[in-house]
């Protein structure tokens, strides 16, 4: 018996919240429930008063199933806004990554000469190791990455995307 | 207290309990709310189901932490399914003591969180009466649904000096969207207008919206002419002795309604879910029709069926802007369309066999249910059931003209849930003739609750189609697993007039046809509460059926050859 599975597109979401305990049980919970699938998820509260939070959402999935998501997110009572970035048009994503590299040497070298292209900054060294720290599109990071593993990547973190519209609306 | 009396609550379904003592202390000699002592946690939510689908009201549980919470799950998780409006309060742990594994500690907000429309845990005695307020207004409006407020002991306890709201006042942060745009109106009315073989798919949104609803909906099919059939869900919206209603549709549907679905070229789909009971196959679903779907909740809009037009409002409001838009037209000549229906309907696709090939002399089912419509329909009574065979014989064979009368347990599928919906209906509708058509493996899922109804003095009837099987895993392994029955027999069978008997109950066994009417009419005239233990046909099964796996069109009906075995595709489904 096979198990059939169709064509899946990237799709990230801006989700504005209630801020308040379970909501993001909710959400990561709704995801795993109904078998969607997460890239990436970040969270933090944006408002003066900390009551409301904004979650950006990395999904891939089929076109309807990608329409399910969103109706399932807006069905939670906490939920105030989705907003599917990749459909509503032009918008930037950045996310952020720490990038611990060790070695010595040549390969030490090529390693700050690589950061320096691609702008990451140094944010701790040792004789032996750079942390480098890496704002991007996550495609730039990923290819950051791989250039790293030649170099003695020891460890990576990463924050996710977080999206927002571009020009002068909200969102 | 206060605040479910301001929320007109005339009866709590519930359990006592270490974590809800300092509630129950409240409700000692308090004349404004009854409590409900059931004997399961599990009935106390189906009392509440059975309350709230017969009243339209809100149904109200209250239990302690813990197992208490748990033994209500299944009856949570089922009003979800069904879009039943529900609230339930669960005690819980002393604050201080939470997540340290304390007694009777479960994590009832963790547990409920993907059954319930929303849950909430009250840590601060100042929130509580918000939250109440908020938990009413969410359980029952919108897509109604259930609703938990996990309490700590504490918070129970506690006197707030002072009460927050959860959000400004006047501005509710839930507020679902009614009236849906002119433009979609406009747009529906031509189609409907211009369609030559329309009909109205109509389920249990109709039913959520209230009763004027259905009134609408017979209005808006008597502008229409559209021949109309309804999921089980939807069962009484619309009258069955209309000639233009073509019963249930779906998997035990009726041969002219799944047709008729598959034929149509306009599908007016009201208040229901597409469900793969009702749709069969997908991509063999109605494939030539324009789709029209009104809900409330947009997550059903496209789910699993797209369509042309969604319309996102209320039943009643929709219904009532499509009788206004539609004005003064005549409705279109449909008479080859109802001639097409009217061949389907002549295959008489209920005609059951008359005796059954093992036991001749045996009473059938759909016969014993026949009867039972025939001797209590002057008293238009509400009817529950349970899960299996006896299910779907009482959606066929009974007849509802009123919504609010048929109770079931459609999405979850839940057994036991038919006599305390049946306690709760009761209870809510004193003077209703109110009758549980159940069979003999579910009854027993919550047998205790005999007690209840006996406490009661709740005159409910529980009318048992006994066939010694469950019969609807039977008919399963017949078709898919060459009759090999595995644990399908109901062995060890309790005599059921004396249950009933020991509980206070009137007992009556019927084992011949001859006694059957005598003994119904038996059955309704005991002012008590009545079990009637029918023997009917043990090989007896549910058709016409759409196998799984299989489209509208390939229904298999009485008098086809049954049995065998499916591949491993049709296996797979349920
Ligand atoms: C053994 C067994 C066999 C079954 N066989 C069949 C069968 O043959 N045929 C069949 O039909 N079912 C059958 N069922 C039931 C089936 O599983 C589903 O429960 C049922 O089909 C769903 O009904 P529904 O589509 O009316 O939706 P419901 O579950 O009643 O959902 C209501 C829909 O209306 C919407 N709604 C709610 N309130 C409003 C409002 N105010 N305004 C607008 N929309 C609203 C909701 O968002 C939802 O989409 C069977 C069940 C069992 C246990
Ligand atoms: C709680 C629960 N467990 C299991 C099932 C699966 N199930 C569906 S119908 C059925 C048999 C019901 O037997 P009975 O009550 O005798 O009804 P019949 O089909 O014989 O009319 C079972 C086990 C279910 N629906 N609910
Ligand atoms: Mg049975």
């Given amino acids: 018996m096979k198990i059939k599975s169709a064509e899946s597109e990237r799709h990230v979401l801006a989700v504005t919240v209630d801020n308040e305990p379970g909501i993001l049980a909710k959400i990561t919970g709704l995801f795993t429930a109904r078998g969607y699938n997460i890239d ?17 959402i990395v999904t891939n999935g089929p076109p309807q199933v990608i329409d399910q998501i969103e109706a399932q997110l807006e069905r939670l009572v906490p939920v105030h806004k989705v907003t599917d970035l990749t459909a509503a048009g032009p918008h930037v994503e950045r996310e952020l990554a720490l990038i611990k590299v060790a070695g010595k040497g040549e390969a030490r070298v090529e390693a700050l000469r690589i950061a320096e292209l691609f702008r990451a900054k140094v944010i701790d060294t040792t004789i032996s190791s750079f942390v480098f720290e890496l704002t991007g599109p996550p495609d730039k990071i990923d290819s950051f990455i791989s250039l790293m593993r030649e170099l003695g990547l020891v460890s990576v973190g990463r924050s996710g995307v977080v999206g927002m519209m571009r020009g002068a609306e909200g969102v | 207290m206060e605040c479910l009396v301001d929320q007109g609550v005339e009866y709590v379904f519930g359990y006592p309990g270490g974590a809800v003592l300092p509630i129950y202390d409240e409700l000692f000699g308090d004349e404004r709310i009854r409590h409900i002592l059931v004997r399961h946690e ?101 897509r109604p649904g259930p609703v938990v407020i996990d309490i700590p002991k504490d ?231 349970e899960v299996g065979q006896h299910q779907m014989w009482a959606a066929q064979y009974f007849g509802f003209d009123k919504p609010n009368k048929w109770l079931t347990s459609g999405g979850l599928g839940t057994m036991g ?95 011949d046809e001859a006694d059957l009417d005598a003994s119904i009419m038996a059955m309704i005239e005991h002012d008590g509460p009545v079990l009637v233990d029918c023997c009917v046909a043990k090989d007896a099964n549910c058709l016409p059926m759409i196998p799984s796996g299989a489209a509208h069109t390939e229904m298999l009906l009485y008098g086809d050859e049954v049995g065998g075995t499916m591949d491993d595709e049709a296996k797979a489904l349920v």
């Fill in chain 1, 40 to 56: 990436s998820l970040t969270v933090a509260d944006i408002t003066e008063d900390h009551a409301v939070s904004r979650i950006t």
């Fill in chain 2, 42 to 142: 599990a009935g106390a939510a189906h009392a509440a189901e059975g309350y709230a689908r017969a009243t339209g009201k809100p149904g109200v549980v209250l239990v302690t932490s813990g197992p208490g919470a748990t033994n209500a799950v299944t009856g949570i998780a089922d009003a979800f399914l069904d879009s039943i409006p529900m609230v339930v309060i669960t005690g819980q742990v002393p604050t201080a003591l939470i997540g340290t594994d304390a007694f009777q500690e479960a994590d009832t907000v963790g547990i409920t969180r993907h059954c319930t429309k929303h849950n909430y845990l009250v840590k601060d005695p100042a929130d509580l009466v918000a939250t109440v307020e908020e938990a009413f207004r969410i359980a029952t409006t919108g």
């Fill in chain 2, 155 to 385: 918070v129970q306890i506690a006197v707030p000096s002072e009460s927050k709201t959860l959000v400004a006042p006047g501005s509710h942060r839930y507020a679902p969207q009614m009236v849906a745009p002119a433009d979609q109106i406009a747009e529906a009315i031509e189609l409907i207008a211009n369609a030559q073989a329309p009909i109205l798919y109509t389920g249990g949104g109709v039913i959520n919206s209230g009763s004027r609803a259905s009134e609408l909906l017979r209005k808006f099919q008597d502008m229409t002419n559209a021949p109309l059939t309804s999921t089980l869900m939807g069962l009484g919206a619309f009258p069955n002795t209309h000639p233009d209603w073509l019963g249930m549709l779906g998997m035990h549907g009726t041969y002219e309604a799944n047709m008729a679905m598959n034929k149509c070229d306009v599908m007016v789909c009201i208040g229901a879910r597409f469900d793969d009971r009702v749709t069969g196959r997908l991509d063999a679903f109605s494939p030539d029709s324009t789709k029209i779907h009104i809900d409330i909740d947009r997550s059903s809009i496209n789910k699993t069926v797209p369509v042309d037009l969604g319309i996102l409002g209320d039943c009643a409001t929709v219904l009532e802007q499509l009788i206004e838009a539609w004005g003064d037209r005549s409705p279109r000549d449909l008479g080859e369309w109802k001639a097409r229906i009217a061949g389907w309907r002549a295959r008489e696709c209920l005609a059951y066999p008359d005796r059954s090939k093992k036991d001749p002399k045996a009473i059938m089912p759909q016969k014993a249910v026949e009867r039972l419509y025939e001797l209590t329909k002057e008293k238009s009574p509400i009817i529950s059931t």
């Fill in chain 2, 417 to 511: 849930y038919g006599m305390p919906a049946a306690i709760g209906a009761q209870l809510g509708n004193p003077d209703d003739l109110v009758i549980d058509i159940a069979g003999e493996a579910s009854i027993q899922m919550n047998i205790q609750e005999l007690g209840t109804a006996s406490q009661y003095r709740l005159p409910v009837k529980i009318f048992i189609l006994n066939n010694e099987y469950m019969g609807m895993v039977r008919q399963w392994q017949e078709l898919t697993y060459e009759s090999r029955y595995s644990n399908s027999y109901s062995d060890s069978l309790p005599d059921f007039v004396k249950l009933a008997e020991a509980y206070g109950w009137k007992g009556i066994r019927i084992t």
